[in-house]
């Protein structure tokens, strides 16, 4: 055996996985006298822990000699926890540097990652694109497992591939498999869906202002076949929209090639779904399901069937469009700013308003199954939407209705008119907000929370609404007769406002309100 020198060092770059984001770990070997072993430090997690087993008997297998003694890996900075399987390659390749038997210069300026096969081979793990992110902001290379990607450009020239140890030998490294980007195979479109128009004009402007919606019908009305197409009228996502939401499914494990291409996310979890399930968590924690549908649709169908306690902690996303996790290690954040569609029944039974069949509920179990939502939940849907059963006449038209082209060329004609009437806004419109909120009072019931909602947030809404006299004391009866809250005064106008972007018009209409009031002021059977 070669005589190591004492102290001989080995630096290797490589990351940590905490929320959607890779923090910058440096991993240091130190290989001298003492007791023959591999001692980890820096907080590593019980995965880290655990790559002392894998990186001796892969080194062995790929041919490299281990040392009898003591090795000590250091996981710098030593305040950040360590998880995951991804520090196996960067120890090995430590390890090798600190024993001369590979030169530096192979993985020189590289931020390595990858798990290893105990023959050696490395395997990818997850949370590829936040290390490509990480590497590319620190001007270093990425040295990973053999990975497929949709486009060379989404890893960038200094990505390089390792598939077994035995190849650092000779620098041998292999570029990423590139595949060609596609679309689900699947196709829906809205003309499949017989009649149901009121629900489609309520999806439209759902979409059109990223609205919070509420389907109410018996069993087999469509509410479900009426969800799962909202995606065919939504508008791609951006390129940052794509990166962000494309991070969080690579850090979740999952695949991302639609987000790539601009495809919105559609996640439907099931009401059994705990609530780390669905908002997160774990030990490392991981993206719940309200942050996998981040930029896109969250649809929880048979709603009053999840958690009340698990349903009430939607409230912080809708509000914030983040998860914050507080564990004792520290907090983690989640990006979770998602369009939130639901599915209910009217009863437990389904059919309380039916007229084609009866309901067999008492008025208890009614009221106790409706208020499962909880108020302030409810509170936060924009538009409420009954769906009945299509007449079977309307069936027999099937493919003949609106299509999801027609109602996404409308979406879309919304957006664009909103983006310019936002500019314009922005330039100078000379409308005075305050007197808008003078004229518009609160309801006795509002709360000063209420209130604050109002006369803060609620500023630039009321000044693109332009709203007459007409259009304030309408709005002001309104709140009055059906009691809204602050809150709902404001999501009522907002839908309204989507309203007059559908129509093209710069000021919101006395009908625009009714409107707009009709799917917010829903008499409770």
Known sequence: MRQRKQGSLGFVHTATISGVEALPVTVEVSVGQGLPGISIVGLPDIAVQEARHRVKLALRAAGFEVPTMHIVVNLAPSSVKKVGSGFDLPIAIGLLLATGQISRDSVDRRLCVGELSLDGSVRSVRGLLAYKRLAHDKGLGLLSAPEEVVDRGDCGPQHVCLDNLMDLRFSKFTEPTVHERKRANTIIDYAEIAGNDLPKRALQIAATGAHALMMVGPPGSGK????????????????????????????????????????????????????????????????????????GVLFLDEMPEFGGGTLQLLRQPIEQGRVSLARVGGTTVFPARFMLVAAVNPCPCGYLGDPQHDCHCTQAQISRYQGRIGGPLMDRFDLVVDVWRSDPSQVLETGRGSSSKQLREAVLSAREFKSWRNSRMQAGSGVEVQAIHQTIQMPEVGSEAAEGCLLGAGAELLEACSLGPKQRGLMEEVARRHQLSGRGIMRTLAVARTIADLDQQEAVSADHILEAVTYRAREVD
């Open 224 to 295: 479900s076949m009426l969800a799962a197409r909202l995606s065919t009228i939504l508008p791609d996502l951006s390129e940052d929209e794509r990166t962000e939401s494309a991070m969080i499914h690579s850090v979740a494990g999952l695949p991302y090639d639609d987000i790539l291409h601009g495809h919105r996310p559609f996640r439907s979890p099931h009401h059994a779904a705990s609530r780390a399930g669905l908002l997160g968590g774990g030990s490392p924690p991981m993206p719940g399901e309200v942050s996998l549908a981040h930029n």
